[in-house]
C-alpha cells in the first residue's frame, strides 16, 4: 500500500471522542498531517487534555495472509505470525505477508509493513482486519489526559512500505532500518559473561575475579576484550536501592572494577535505578513526596527532575567506578507495575498520572533514557526491561525478550529461542539485540545448551554466557571458547526459515547454508 493521509482521524480529549474528516481543527486545536517518505503527525489542544488519537486506512485486505506484531517492550515467549484476528494490539510496527520463508522461491511473495518512526512521543498500536488498518497512538500521561499547552507536538511519524519478490525477514529488516535510520551502535563488539544465571544474586568480589579469570581464559584467542558484567547481588538490598551501598562481599566496587581490567576483561554492572522499598514494606532513601509515583510509594517518578538528578548522579558513580557497561533493569515493570504480557492493547492502567502532567509517557520514558545515556558518556548501556521503541537510539543494546534460564531448559527454549528469532530484524537497526544469556549449571542438559550457545554465538547478535565455575567437561570447555570465538566477531548471518509457522523456530540459514536444531 502507497503511504497516504489516512481516511478517518479520531481524537479522544478528555471530554471525549472527536471524529475529524476533512476539515482536522476543533476548538483550540487542530490535527496536521505532513507526508514525505513518513507520515508525521502533529497535534494541538490548548483547552483540554489529550488521550489518544486514532487513524483510520480503509483498504481492502488480501486474503490468506498472516501477520506479526512486536511486543511492548521484552518477548515473553510470545512472539508470532498468526491469522488476521481484528482484535489482537501490535505494539509499534506489524507485517502482513503471504506464502512461507521456508520456501526459496519467493517470486510470489508480498510483505507489507506498518509502523511508526523509533522515538516517537506516543505509545502506538495497530490493528487490521478485512478492510483496513487502524493506528492507535496513546497520548497520554501514565493514565491521564496529557495537557498540552500551547505546545505543538509531534506525535509520530507513519510508515508503510511494500516487498514484493522477498522473504517476509528481509522485508522486515529492512523495515527496521527504515523505522530506525540513526541506531546508536558502539565501536567495539560486544560479549562475554554474566553472572546472574548460575549465581543468582549470590557472589563476591573473589568470586567475580574468578569469573573473570575464567573468560579471559575462554577468549584467549578472540579479538575482541569480553565482558564481564556483575548483576543483581552486588548490593546491600538484591533487587533494590541503595547504589552507594554494597554487601559486605563486595567491599570495594572501585577497585573491584581495577582488577577485572588488570585481568584482562571489560567491567559491567547492574542497575534498577527507580526502585526505592525493600519488597514494598519501607522506603531506603527519604526523598521528597512528590518524587514518588502516583502508582506506588516505593517507585520513583521519572518524571520529576529531582529523580532525573538522582538517576545521572547514580550514573556518574557508577561510571566514576571504572564500569564501561550498565544494565539498567525492571523499569518498564517500576513505571507501570506490570509486565509486558499483562499488558494488553496499552501499558498503563487505574487513574494515575506523573508529576509532570504536561507530558506523554512516551516523552517522560525518553527523557529518563535520554539521562541515562548522558551522564554514562562513553559507558554502554544496556536496557533490561526497557522499551524498544522508545529506547532505539539512545541506548547500544537491549534485551530483546525475558529472561531465559540456567535451571529450566523449557524457560530458555521458550523465551531466548523465540525472541532471537522474531527480534533478530531489529538487531544493529533499532540497536544491539540481547537476546539473553546461555545459563550453565549443570542443570541443563549440555545437548540442549550446546545448541543454544551454537545458535546464539552465530545470530551476529551479543553473546552473554554465565558459567558455574568448574562444571564443563574439557569437550564442553572446547565448545564455549567456539562459541565465544564466534561471539566476539559476530560477522556471520542467521535467518530463520520456519518462523512463519513455529514460536521456536528450528530451521535457519546460517551464512547460506540450511541448519537445523532439535529444541
Known amino acids: ?8 482521524t479520531t481524537l479522544t480529549l478528555a471530554d471525549g471522542d472527536l471524529r475529524l474528516t476533512g476539515n482536522l481543527n476543533f476548538d483550540g486545536g487542530y490535527v496536521s498531517y505532513e507526508l514525505t517518505d513518513g507520515l508525521t ?4 489542544s490548548e483547552k483540554t487534555g489529550v488521550s489518544f488519537l486514532t487513524l483510520r486506512w480503509n483498504i481492502p485486505m488480501r486474503p490468506d495472509v498472516k501477520v506479526l506484531g512486536d511486543a511492548w517492550e521484552r518477548g515473553y515467549g510470545d512472539l508470532q505470525w498468526l491469522p488476521m484476528d481484528s482484535t489482537r494490539g501490535m505494539p509499534w510496527y506489524m507485517a502482513i505477508s503471504n506464502g512461507s520463508d521456508r520456501n526459496p522461491d519467493t517470486s510470489h511473495r508480498l510483505t507489507e509493513c506498518f509502523g511508526v518512526g523509533v522515538l516517537p512521543n506516543a505509545l502506538a498500536l495497530w490493528k487490521c482486519d478485512g478492510d483496513g488498518v487502524t493506528l492507535i497512538l496513546d497520548l497520554r500521561n501514565g493514565c491521564q489526559p496529557t495537557l498540552l499547552g500551547d505546545r505543538v507536538l509531534d506525535c509520530a511519524t507513519v510508515y508503510m512500505k511494500e516487498y514484493p519478490a522477498c522473504s517476509a525477514f528481509s522485508a522486515l529488516k529492512d523495515f527496521c532500518q527504515v523505522m530506525s535510520p540513526s541506531p546508536l551502535l558502539v565501536d567495539h563488539v560486544v560479549y562475554g559473561s554474566n553472572n546472574w544465571y548460575y549465581a543468582y544474586g549470590v557472589s563476591s568480589h573473589e568470586e567475580i575475579l574468578a569469573d573473570s579469570r575464567f573468560v579471559k581464559e575462554m577468549c584467549r584467542d578472540a579479538e575482541n576484550i569480553p565482558y564481564m558484567v556483575i548483576d543483581d547481588g552486588w548490593q546491600i538490598n538484591n533487587v533494590d536501592a541503595p547504589w552507594d551501598q554494597t554487601k559486605p562481599n563486595f567491599p570495594d566496587m572501585k577497585c573491584l572494577a581495577k582488577e577485572m581490567r588488570e585481568i584482562g576483561v571489560r567491567p559491567g554492572i547492574w542497575v534498577r535505578y527507580l526502585i526505592n522499598g525493600i519488597e514494598g514494606k519501607r522506603r531506603i532513601h527519604i526523598f521528597p513526596e512528590e518524587w514518588y509515583t ?11 527532575p529531582g529523580v532525573l538528578e538522582y538517576v545521572a548522579e547514580t550514573t556518574r558513580r557508577l561510571v566514576g567506578w571504572g564500569y564501561t557497561l550498565i544494565k539498567h533493569d525492571y523499569s518498564t515493570f517500576d513505571i507501570f507495575g506490570r509486565w509486558g504480557f499483562e499488558f494488553g492493547d496499552f501499558p498503563a492502567e487505574g487513574d494515575w498520572g506523573f508529576f509532570d502532567n504536561t507530558r506523554t509517557t512516551a516523552q517522560i520514558i525518553k527523557d529518563f533514557y535520554q539521562t541515562i545515556r548522558d551522564a554514562a558518556g562513553d559507558t554502554v548501556i544496556i536496557g533490561c526491561n526497557a522499551i524498544g521503541h522508545l529506547c532505539a537510539g539512545i541506548h547500544h543494546f537491549n534485551r530483546t525478550g525475558d529472561d531465559t534460564s540456567g535451571k529450566e531448559w523449557d524457560r530458555t527454549r ?5 525472541t532471537l528469532a522474531f527480534r533478530l530484524v531489529q538487531n544493529n537497526a533499532f540497536f544491539g539485540a540481547d537476546a539473553d544469556c546461555v545459563g550453565i549449571t549443570g542443570q541443563i542438559p549440555w545437548e540442549k545448551n550446546a545448541q543454544w550457545l551454537k545458535i546464539l554465538s552465530r545470530s551476529g547478535s551479543c553473546l552473554f554466557v554465565s ?6 567437561k574439557e569437550s564442553e570447555l572446547a565448545d564455549l571458547r567456539e562459541g565465544f570465538l564466534a561471539g566476539s566477531r559476530q560477522t556471520d548471518e542467521l535467518i530463520p526459515l520456519d518462523w512463519m509457522e513455529s514460536v521456536t523456530p528450528t530451521k535457519y540459514l546460517l551464512n547460506g547454508e540450511t541448519i537445523t536444531f532439535t529444541w
Open 1 to 8: 500500500m502507497k503511504l497516504r493521509y489516512p481516511d478517518i
Open 41 to 44: 503527525v502533529r497535534l494541538k
Open 294 to 304: 502516583q502508582r506506588s510509594e516505593f517507585v520513583l517518578d521519572p518524571s520529576h
Open 414 to 418: 521458550k523465551m531466548g529461542v523465540n
Open 467 to 472: 558459567c558455574k565455575p568448574g562444571i564443563l
